[in-house]
């Protein structure tokens, strides 16, 4: 079983939906949740941190499952410019080190 | 968050061959990470890279190949030794640690 794992997608949805993806990780002892967003040919951004509490900003909605070690990432009112790749990263440790997923693909329609 | 350069951006090379990339933030930082990401995966660590002592290698990748210098805390270098077409690939670098990571905006290699 991988470390981290996504969906890869594409989840192709018209402008306005709602989506969800969610990112399994298999290291219970997992610490630090993280999604980014990756444009083709660009690097990773931040989004957003992933708190146990759960972590919404705007549109964008984080959640932690610790009993079903996944992690859940909510986008409303999907917007174009929202097409991208949204990877899940996990610190699996002690380790400052972080476990990407392959990422899930967002396409946003008219 | 930190402000990372990373050059070159891009670079065809010739198998045999090594390129170094550069990694400059504009602080200091403790924690600075060399990635690999090939077409169409997601990222693979290759190396974490410690202030005055031998970065911490991941499985699969050896010092050989993948060389990385860190003289201070904000400057870090990567070599790609012996390239072949395999090495084709983005290459980051990134700071910070298990409770956030930056990225520079990457290296795009192609060996030919």
């Known amino acids: 079983r991988k470390e981290v794992e996504q969906d890869p997608g594409p989840f192709n949805v018209p402008e306005g939906a709602t989506v969800a993806f969610n990112c399994t990780y298999s290291?219970?002892?997992?610490?630090?949740f993280f999604w980014y967003r990756q444009d083709c040919r660009k690097e990773p951004k931040l989004l957003m941190s992933?708190?146990?509490s759960g972590n919404e900003d705007g549109r964008f909605t984080a959640q932690l499952n610790r009993a079903s070690q996944y992690i859940s990432l909510l986008i409303r009112d999907s917007k174009l410019s929202d097409s991208a790749t949204y990877l899940c990263?996990?610190?699996?440790?002690?380790?400052?080190?972080?476990?990407f997923g392959t990422g899930t693909r967002l396409q946003v329609t008219l | 968050s930190a402000v990372i350069s990373q050059k070159p951006s891009r670079d065809i090379c010739q198998r045999g061959t090594s390129l170094t990339i550069q990694c400059q933030v504009d602080s200091q930082v403790t924690m600075m990470f060399w990635y690999r990401q090939q077409p169409g995966q997601s990222l693979t660590l290759i190396a974490t890279a410690n202030q005055g002592s031998e970065a911490t290698y991941e499985s699969g990748f050896v010092i050989d190949k993948f060389p990385i210098s860190r003289p201070n805390l904000t400057f870090s270098t990567l070599t790609v030794s012996n390239m072949s077409p395999e090495d084709s690939s983005i290459y980051l670098c990134?700071?910070?640690?298990?409770?956030?990571?930056?990225f520079g905006a990457g290296t795009r290699l192609s060996v030919l």
């Open positions: 990134s700071v910070g640690g298990k409770n956030i990571q930056y």
């Open positions: 990263a996990v610190n699996p440790g002690t380790a400052s080190k972080l476990t």
């Open positions: 290291n219970s002892a997992s610490q630090s």
């Open positions: 992933v708190y146990s």
